[in-house]
Nanobody
Framework: QVQLVEIGGGLMQPGGSLRLSCAAS????????MAWFRQAPGKEREFVSA????????IYATSVKGRFTISRDNTKSTAYLQMNNLKPEDTAVYYC??????????????????WGQGTQVTVSS
């Protein structure tokens, strides 16, 4: 079992930066793929980025590629999402997700078994 807690959301002006953290508890974190999804008001949850267990393989949605960076520190059981050059369309609740140990990296929400409670990111001037 893995429990996830996201921190780091907030209000930021366009062009600014935020870093989200996802702290995980559970023994399988080191072998789990991690991902970030987001859901804007009135829209479906969408994939943002994912990283494999080693941190060496990453995937990004086209809308965030070049602006967001996903990473993980297995010694701290924490995944991160560095968000630069934020845009108003990045406004959403951001969710951290983890797959069971050994599952492959995935852009589909069905590929993840554990979810955090979400953290609000608002980009507005």
């Amino acid at each position: 079992q893995v429990q996830l807690v996201e921190i780091g959301g907030g209000l930021m002006q366009p062009g600014g930066s935020l870093r989200l953290s996802c702290a995980a508890s559970g023994r399988s974190f080191r072998s789990s793929p991690m991902a970030w999804f987001r859901q804007a008001p009135g829209k479906e949850r969408e994939f943002v980025s994912a990283v494999d267990w080693s941190g060496e393989s990453t995937i990004y949605a086209t809308s965030v590629k070049g602006r967001f960076t996903i990473s993980r520190d297995n010694t701290k059981s924490t995944a991160y999402l560095q968000m630069n050059n934020l845009k108003p369309e990045d406004t959403a609740v951001y969710y951290c997700a983890a797959g069971r140990g050994g599952r492959p990296i995935n852009i589909d929400a069905d590929g993840y078994d554990y979810w955090g409670q979400g953290t609000q990111v608002t980009v507005s001037s």
